[in-house]
């Protein structure tokens, strides 16, 4: 291995003393943009190259796939090539990888399946109907959060008590919410962790091999770990591994997961001969980005006050935009970034627009189409919570995991095949009855049909349509095992199920749904080398940051707490308003409303050059109006760091005001502006154009042959601009969308 040898020379002083510190505990406790995820990348290359530590001893933790992803490639850059072998990826992740691997240890077998909110909900809500408990008086959703806060504590059931009747619920849910997740081979995320907590306490053989096997174990956002994630390092840190870890307390905006930043005090307390290093210079921003951070944090008590300073310049003031209406806020948002493009002042990449909540990028998104511009959104739940892209998931869980029984109810009937409620609970019922899942009971009937034992315990139509499903599954299950490309799989299905004809009933909802399955299927085109497995992983693991896509020259909009870690050359916050930023469950807890601060300091230190900060004196609600006060955060910030643009708003006084709303340009935009339908990624505000200018000669679902790729299967057909674009699923490539006038395609089979 031939690392750049230059590769020190791009380091201050203290990133070099760390970077090159002698083997042993390491503490890095700095401000944001100071080099810490690039200090620990660069730590990784030194310890290949001149410690010849081999990679595969090395276990290093980033806060989300892509952060992983993006230090690979850093590694691959400092070395010349990929370092193979070494453990690189989120907790989750890290902790699903022990968990199949040392699956014979464990009370569940390794192909098991992870369960995401939603499928936690339904395991609640079937443990609510087994015990006869009404769903009306104990919410799943609190239950389920319940259960979850009880895992964070690293507390089973047998560690409760119950004090009341409703604690008494809670525990015997829980108790049967466990029990159902081993009958599904399944684990929830807080299981993760915490299963191989107790492997590592519990199995010393286990234990030893792993703490053998790690000589460094890196942690970048240290101060974002929890109680169980910080216990799997101490275990692993017994032997002779050296930790490294990189964190900034007032970074910590993930309490509501269980998140502990006294995890570094813990840290210093039981590595006591760690060394601590400072790291002082900001790369990232100009010194008037760092000062409005600054003056919000400050008012944090209990925080070690660090010092971070910039050699990057003054730069340019941050403005402060107030507008009379929420509408409006997002029109300037929208208006600035548009005219600042078309200018070409801005690259759309180099842009971010951050919000508090999930629910604030509506607005946002529809801003973006009247002023037509593109944008990118992130966010998991907005593309895998669909319920298109759940389906699709569920049937590759169940061919992976035949007890998977979530997924098993949620596509019996999906498309329609005549399978009832009743029939379903009494699949239910004969499993039990059996000890085998339902998943078992189908295979059967799909494998005998009316020789199956378990005919008769259907009535005689329920009975072929479920052994028919049965047939189907088997039938994909077999395919799988014998090693049927990952995407031919997944279109198969598709076919198999006429899940088009179901999901795209043609109105515009339709269509958007379809192509969500055709986005999971370029999803899965990429996982092609890897398999059914590590596609799963990667869908039940995905986090907001994770759906960033990359190469899109285009704006970005996403949550603050999305944002960690990332960097921007300008960064808009919208909403600084009481009640969202501060958000109104935190005003009267202190602790929350000082994470309420470390999330805007977040939100603000990730601008290189230019920060907006926007607010509407009203917001709209339910069909009218509330009136909305400016964030207390705001008055933090030194008069002389802003310059305010906007309406005037009476409860900051008069000011003039820059800049003109944008009410004319708006009536005539709204006359081109349709409905948006949210979509996942980049968004082309386009209109569908259909202009059946020549005719469709390859209509879905037909067998085609192609020169180079040979045979596959056209997925869909769209005339436009006069010519016709069809998808085909290749056998040999996979996926690929072509011009019919320029491909030579052949019809094989209509
Ligand atoms: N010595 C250096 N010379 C030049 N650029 C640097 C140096 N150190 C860091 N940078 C750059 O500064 C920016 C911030 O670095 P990095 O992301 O590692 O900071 P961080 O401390 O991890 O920030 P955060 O707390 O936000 O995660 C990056 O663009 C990085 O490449
Ligand atoms: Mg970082």
Redesign the pocket.
Known sequence: MIPNPDFLS???PQ?KQAVTAPPGHILVL????????????HRIAYLITQYHLPPSNILAVTFTNKAARVMESRLEDLLGEKPQGIWLGTFHAICARILRREAENLPFSSNFVIYDEDDQQSLVKTALRELNIDEKMFKPASIRSVISTAKNNMQTPDDLTSRNYREEVNLRVYRRYQELLRVNNALDFDDLLNEVVNLLTQNQAVRDRYSRRFGEILV??FQDTNTAQYQILRSLAVGNASMFV???ED?SIYRWRGADYRNVQSFERDFPDCQKIL?E????STQTVLDAARAIIDHNINRTPKRLFSDNGKGEAITLFESADDKLEADYVADTIRQNLKAKKWKGSQVAVMYRTNAQSRLLEEAFLRANLPYRLVGAQRFYGRREVKDIIAYLRLIYNPSDEVSLTRVINVPPRGIGDKTVTTLQQRAHEMNISAGEVLADLGKLGQQSAHFASFSGRSALSLADFGSNLNTWREASSKGMPLTRLFFQILEDTAYQEYIDDTTEEGHQRWENVLELGKIAAEFEDRGLDEFLERLALVSDQDTLAEDVEAPTLLTLHAA????FPIVFITGLDDGLLPHSRSLDDPEEMAEERRLLY?GI??A?DRVYLTRADRRSTYGGYDNSAPSRFLKDIPAKLLLQQGAVSSSRGGFSSSYSSPRERRTESYANWTTPSPTYGSFKPTPRQAKPAVEQRFPANCRVKHEVWGEGLVVKSVLEDGDETVDVFFDTVGFKRLAASLAKLEIIKK
Not at 30 to 41: E, H
Not at 281 to 284: K, L, V
Not at 564 to 567: A, N, P, Y
Request: avoid cysteine; glycine fraction near 18%; proline fraction near 3%.
């Open positions: 791009g380091l201050n990133q700095a401000g944001p943009g100071s080099g810490k995820t690039r200090v620990l990348t970048d956002e990189v964190g900034d970074q790291l210079q900001n790369y990232r960690k870690g990332l960097e977040v230190t990730r290189k």
